[in-house]
């Protein structure tokens, strides 16, 4: 299960009103999964929040279905104009939608939110098509300074920072590993070298966790 729907209800509107910070890097980050994607594929996105990424992503894809665990944020997203294949639904993470198996899960800045992460990725690889991809970005909080890991607990504690693991990237490729996935891409978009974008690759037999990731171009 996901933590913190409560949080992300009350700050839904909010999140909806906030710019993109780092457009260069968003933008990079779009392109790149949109040549992973293809016009027959199905693609399902989890905790897609208010829905821009999925409406940009959709267009190039047969079915595209996002999901989130947020009332007010699926409510805010089915308000956006978006292609006709695209369909959001109300759900956690973990509850695999009709329509599968996928050809590619997204999962952008929500692996952290999640409670049991090695069950989850067990769940979405049972999802995926023999091949399938995994596309995420994710924050590895565990990988950053003391002094910003006391921060967001401290800020947590008021209410202000949404229940988070405090995941390293080491962690969660081995947890990627362990569930079935070969890590075919690694990169940074932007400045944030702890919010890693990774693309795994749905296999069989399950890897060898101790195994290294690959890496592709140096950051955009």
Same mark, same amino acid.
């Given at each position: 299960? #996901?933590?913190?729907a409560?949080f992300?209800d009350?700050? =839904?509107?909010?999140?909806? =009103?906030?710019?993109?910070?780092d +457009?260069a890097a968003?933008?990079? @980050?779009? %392109? !790149?999964?949109?040549?992973r994607?293809?016009?027959? !594929?199905r693609? @399902?996105e ?6 821009g990424t999925?409406?940009?992503?959709a267009?190039? +894809?047969a079915?595209?279905v996002a999901? !989130?665990?947020?009332a007010?944020m699926?409510?805010? =997203?089915?308000?956006k104009? %978006?292609?006709?294949n695209?369909h959001f639904?109300?759900a956690?993470?973990a &509850?695999?939608p009709?329509g599968?198996?996928? !050809?590619a899960i /997204? ?5 952290h939110?999640?409670?049991d992460?090695s069950?989850?990725l ?8 023999s091949?399938g991809f995994?596309i995420?970005?994710t924050w /590895?909080?565990?990988d950053?300074?003391l002094?910003?890991r006391?921060?967001?607990?401290a ?7 949404p229940p988070a693991?405090?995941?390293t990237q080491a962690?969660l490729?081995?947890m990627?590993l %362990?569930a079935?996935?070969?890590i075919? %891409?690694?990169r +940074?978009?932007? =400045?944030? &070298?702890?919010n890693?974008?990774i +693309? &795994?690759?749905a296999t069989?037999?399950?890897?060898? &966790?101790?195994?290294?990731?690959? #890496?592709e171009?140096?950051?955009?």
């Amino acid at each position: 299960m #996901t933590s913190g729907a409560a949080f992300w209800d009350r700050f =839904a509107d909010r999140y909806a =009103a906030r710019p993109i910070k780092d +457009v260069a890097a968003y933008e990079a @980050l779009v %392109a !790149d999964a949109s040549a992973r994607l293809g016009p027959e !594929d199905r693609v @399902l996105e989890i905790g897609c929040g208010t829905g821009g990424t999925a409406i940009r992503l959709a267009e190039g +894809v047969a079915q595209y279905v996002a999901t !989130d665990f947020s009332a007010e944020m699926i409510r805010i =997203a089915k308000a956006k104009p %978006a292609p006709p294949n695209l369909h959001f639904l109300l759900a956690e993470a973990a &509850a695999l939608p009709e329509g599968g198996p996928f !050809d590619a899960i /997204c999962a952008f800045n929500v692996l952290h939110l999640v409670d049991d992460l090695s069950g989850l990725l067990q769940q979405l690889r049972r999802g995926l098509a023999s091949g399938g991809f995994l596309i995420c970005k994710t924050w /590895c909080f565990g990988d950053l300074p003391l002094r910003f890991r006391f921060l967001f607990r401290a800020l947590r504690l008021m209410g202000l920072f949404p229940p988070a693991r405090f995941l390293t990237q080491a962690d969660l490729y081995q947890m990627l590993l %362990a569930a079935g996935f070969t890590i075919e %891409a690694t990169r +940074v978009f932007g =400045a944030r &070298a702890e919010n890693p974008y990774i +693309v &795994a690759r749905a296999t069989e037999p399950l890897m060898d &966790a101790a195994s290294p990731p690959p #890496t592709e171009s140096p950051r955009p």
